[in-house]
């Protein structure tokens, strides 16, 4: 289970890591089939941190933040999730 969640917030991370690649490229239409998707996956977790952090001059430091609390709580999760496991072996 561990393993599984693990590569969930793996994958996850890089989606998000491609969604802000992406986002320096002004001509992109988010609307098209293969962005949209990418945007309806990964912005729901970006607004959180949006709502919160205001770009400052022109610059979205938001994702910076949501990958640092995407990070460490993965770590937290699988820490705690990996000890669940060797208490019930």
Same mark, same amino acid.
């Given at each position: 289970?561990?393993?599984?969640?693990?590569? =969930?917030?793996?994958?996850?991370?890089?989606?998000?890591? =491609?969604?802000?690649?992406?986002?320096w490229f002004p001509n992109i239409n988010w609307y098209?089939?293969? $962005?949209?998707?990418?945007?309806?996956?990964?912005?729901?977790?970006?607004?959180? $941190?949006?709502?919160?952090?205001?770009?400052?001059?022109?610059?979205? =430091?938001?994702?910076?933040?949501?990958? =640092?609390?995407?990070? $460490?709580?993965?770590?937290?999760?699988?820490?705690?999730?990996?000890?669940?496991?060797t208490s019930l072996l």
């Amino acid at each position: 289970m561990a393993t599984t969640i693990a590569k =969930f917030l793996e994958i996850y991370l890089g989606l998000m890591i =491609f969604r802000v690649l992406l986002s320096w490229f002004p001509n992109i239409n988010w609307y098209d089939p293969p $962005f949209s998707i990418l945007s309806q996956l990964t912005d729901p977790y970006l607004n959180l $941190f949006r709502s919160i952090i205001p770009p400052l001059g022109g610059i979205d =430091f938001s994702p910076m933040i949501a990958f =640092f609390v995407l990070q $460490f709580g993965s770590t937290i999760l699988l820490n705690l999730l990996g000890n669940l496991q060797t208490s019930l072996l």
